[in-house]
């Protein structure tokens, strides 16, 4: 991707390497920026930045294994993946989670996932 992104996600990270690691791995998207506070994580269909908290936020914000979910946000965002199985493994082994429940739309299926901090999004496959 030549220049900055037209659009993306912003995510706040308690642990930056180990979330940056995990959107990374688990939706195979290529890291193009890292420093100390901020990782930057690109595909020609998402960019994704991943910055450390504040301070004073991440001592207040506990982080439990498995992640407890913070479904509570006004909105979430999806991401296609070749294969739910195989994300659901990867998700798993990297500390994070994708739900059984499923749901299927016009060309696709899709599962709520969860990160390894409890941040929920959701993993859709190509359906025909």
Same mark, same amino acid.
């Given at each position: 991707?030549?220049?900055?992104?037209?659009?993306?996600?912003?995510?706040?990270?308690?642990?930056?390497?180990?979330?940056?690691?995990?959107?990374?791995?688990?939706?195979?998207?290529?890291?193009?920026?890292?420093?100390?506070?901020?990782?930057?994580?690109?595909?020609?269909?998402? &960019?994704?930045? #991943?910055?450390?908290?504040?301070?004073?936020?991440?001592?207040?914000?506990?982080?439990?294994?498995?992640?407890?979910?913070?479904?509570?946000?006004?909105?979430?965002?999806?991401?296609? #993946?070749?294969?739910?199985?195989?994300? &659901?493994?990867?998700?798993?082994?990297?500390?994070?989670?994708?739900?059984?429940? &499923?749901?299927?739309?016009?060309?696709?299926? #899709?599962?709520?996932?969860?990160?390894?901090?409890?941040?929920?999004? &959701?993993?859709?496959?190509?359906?025909?």
């Amino acid at each position: 991707m030549a220049g900055p992104a037209r659009a993306g996600l912003f995510i706040y990270a308690k642990d930056l390497a180990n979330l940056a690691g995990f959107y990374e791995k688990l939706l195979g998207l290529a890291r193009v920026r890292s420093t100390e506070e901020l990782v930057i994580l690109s595909s020609p269909d998402l &960019q994704i930045i #991943v910055h450390a908290m504040p301070g004073h936020v991440a001592r207040e914000t506990d982080i439990s294994s498995p992640p407890a979910i913070r479904d509570n946000a006004a909105f979430k965002f999806f991401y296609t #993946v070749p294969s739910l199985p195989e994300a &659901q493994a990867v998700a798993n082994s990297l500390g994070g989670q994708v739900l059984s429940e &499923q749901w299927r739309g016009p060309g696709f299926i #899709v599962r709520n996932a969860v990160d390894p901090e409890g941040n929920i999004f &959701q993993l859709r496959e190509s359906a025909p």
